[in-house]
């Protein structure tokens, strides 16, 4: 028997059973992986798998909103974090881990775990009674989506994103690449590029537009998550956009030239042994062939081998700020919460944030306690309010945390100070919320 079912063992769902299950609550962990069924984007049975980039992003407590969001997290004893702080591979001031020990570390301790039994089956309807949290992420299995459909009302919502290809190392050629981070920042080896001439890079970006895309028309004119957005969408949008964007030259030296290229593309770390790196910010839904056909075009990857290539998936959610209550249950069957990205919060750590929350809140709920919500100055309090109620309803999309959804700070001051004032508010408001 168990105090509490959780659906889902990604990265909401995981974190969500090792809070509860370090509060002394005995939970049930239903995860399909491993039983016969799989997502369109994973590839392994681990629980807490990244399915596209492995970077938390950055990891900056004092100036970036994600940055303060991670230390909140491990201030709460966040199993995420734990785990991504141990498989940490360089990338800068950013977080990103070796993606397979870090599933690997995370599945190890939620199966090592006396109040933790994972079950590998797939659940099809909304349990009727008993405590429950549905973390089944953007990915959500049909039959599921369908029983949720039925209980809110409410049609889920479906998207689609893309995610970046990745490539062998010894694949790159280092007589045009080199490793430089952009101004010299962080580690001399966290990336690697690849530089284009104007001509070169006018022939790339006509060949992105030319490319032949996979077809989605069933999910025509939804629109795309900003910083998941697909680099023949940018290419569209004008012939400079990504060059002002991820293919932006400036504060690269290219050793050839002692200048900065025209247009570069980046290549970042992917695993610990540095065998495999992505092309950073190379979502695509161009066809297989007309990514190995284009990609091999750059230069520095005329050889270039694939690990993986880019792919266009489904990303469900539910209209979270009319659906859910404050502490994240379904209004109209409270026996019921909600986490992660199907919560319509985006990225895995604002995933795992909002699982850490369902988490605590459902361990209050079984002793009997309540827990007050984090501050809205906090990271985790503007993060929930978001979706429990700040956005707006109609055009409710998946958020990535940002001091946009923090309470604004009045008067004026300079860009850099004000992050430093939202961050410096954040963190006293959360020590008051934890002494309380
Ligand atoms: P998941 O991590 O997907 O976990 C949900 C789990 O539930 C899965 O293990 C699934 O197998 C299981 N499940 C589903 N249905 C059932 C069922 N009926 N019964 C039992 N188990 C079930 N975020 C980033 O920060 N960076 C990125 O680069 C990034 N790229 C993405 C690329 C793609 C293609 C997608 C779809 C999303 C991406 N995201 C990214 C967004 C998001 O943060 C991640 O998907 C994140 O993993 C969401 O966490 P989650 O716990 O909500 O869902």
């Not at 798998?49 to 004092?62: G, H, I, Q, W, Y």
């Not at 540095?274 to 297989?288: A, D, E, I, R, S």
């Not at 919500?373 to 945390?401: C, D, F, K, W």
């Not at 961050?423 to 020590?431: G, I, K, L, P, V």
């Amino acid at each position: 028997t168990h105090d509490i079912h959780i659906i889902g063992g990604g990265l909401a769902g995981s974190e969500a059973a090792w809070q509860l299950a370090q509060a002394g609550h005995k939970v049930k962990l239903s995860e399909m992986r491993g039983s016969g069924s799989m997502t369109a984007a994973h590839q392994s049975d681990r629980l807490a798998e990244l399915v596209c980039s492995n970077s938390f992003r950055s990891d900056d407590a004092e100036r970036n909103a994600v940055g303060l969001l991670h230390q909140e997290m491990r201030d709460l004893g966040s199993l995420i974090l734990g785990q991504g702080d141990i498989y940490k591979v360089p990338a800068g001031s950013a977080l990103a881990v070796d993606r397979d020990g870090f599933a690997d570390g995370v599945t190890a301790m939620l199966a090592g775990h006396p109040n933790i039994t994972i079950v590998r089956e797939r659940v099809d309807q909304l349990p009727g009674e008993g405590l429950t949290i549905v973390a089944t992420g953007p990915l959500t299995a049909p039959g599921l989506a369908d029983s949720i459909g039925s209980a809110t009302g409410k049609e889920s919502l479906a998207f689609f994103d893309a995610i970046a290809p990745i490539l062998h190392f010894e694949s790159i050629d280092f007589t045009t690449a080199w490793y430089q981070s952009r101004w010299n920042k962080g580690e001399g080896k966290d990336y690697i590029n690849c530089p284009m001439s104007k001509d070169e890079y006018l022939a790339f970006h006509a060949g992105l537009i030319a490319g032949e895309k996979t077809e989605f028309r069933e999910w025509e004119n939804v629109p795309y998550f900003e910083g998941c957005m697909p680099v023949e969408v940018m290419a569209e949008r004008g012939v400079d956009t990504l060059r002002y964007g991820p293919m932006k030259g400036v504060g690269l030296d290219d050793p050839r030239t002692g200048r900065w290229p025209y247009a570069v593309v980046q290549l970042r770390q992917d695993n610990a042994s540095g065998t495999l790196w992505n092309m950073v910010g190379f979502q695509t839904k161009l066809k297989y062939g007309a990514q190995v056909e284009l990609f091999r075009t750059i230069p520095g990857l005329e050889n270039a081998e694939f690990a993986r290539l880019g792919g266009l998936h489904r990303n469900t959610f539910i209209r979270s700020p009319e659906l859910l209550d404050p502490t994240l249950r379904l209004k109209s069957r409270p026996n019921i919460r909600f986490a992660g990205q199907i919560t319509g919060c985006e990225g895995y750590v604002e995933s795992a944030a909002i699982g850490l929350l369902a988490g605590r809140f459902a361990a209050a709920e079984l002793a009997g306690t309540t827990l007050a919500s984090p501050p809205r100055e906090t990271a985790l309090g503007a993060l929930l309010a978001h979706i429990t109620g700040e956005a707006e309803v109609e055009t409710y999309q998946p958020m990535n945390v940002n001091f946009g959804l923090f309470p604004p700070i009045e008067g004026r001051s300079k860009k850099a100070d004000r992050k430093l004032m939202y961050t410096s508010r954040a963190r006293a408001a959360f020590s008051g919320w934890i002494s309380a």
